[in-house]
Nanobody, 115 residues
Framework: QVQLMESGGGLVQPGGSLRLSCAAS????????MSWYRQASGKQRELVATITSGGITNVADSVKGRFTISRDNAKNSVYLQMNNLKPEDTAIYYC?????????WGQGTQVTVSS
């Protein structure tokens, strides 16, 4: 079992930055592939970024060059650095852990980009 807790969301002006954190507990964090997803109101949940247990990263085209995913296995945490935020980045951001058939989700953290 893995428990995930996101933090760091909030209200930010366009062009601003936020750093989301996802703290994991309950299992060996380092073996999981970690991802950030987001879901805007009225839209489907979409993949934002992924980092494998070996540190290989991938980010969606819509956020490439603005968002960076990273992990700190010593702190059982994964991060999403979001720069140059746009109103269309407004969504609930979720953390996800995957290993084989095991999938775990956090509760989400709201990010609102507005002037």
């Amino acid at each position: 079992q893995v428990q995930l807790m996101e933090s760091g969301g909030g209200l930010v002006q366009p062009g601003g930055s936020l750093r989301l954190s996802c703290a994991a507990s309950g299992s060996i964090f380092s073996i999981y592939t970690m991802s950030w997803y987001r879901q805007a109101s009225g839209k489907q949940r979409e993949l934002v970024a992924t980092i494998t247990s070996g540190g290989i990263t991938n980010v969606a085209d819509s956020v490439k060059g603005r968002f960076t995913i990273s992990r700190d296995n010593a702190k059982n945490s994964v991060y999403l650095q979001m720069n140059n935020l746009k109103p269309e980045d407004t969504a609930i951001y979720y953390c996800k852990a995957v290993r084989a058939t095991m999938i775990y989700w956090g509760q989400g953290t709201q990010v609102t980009v507005s002037s």
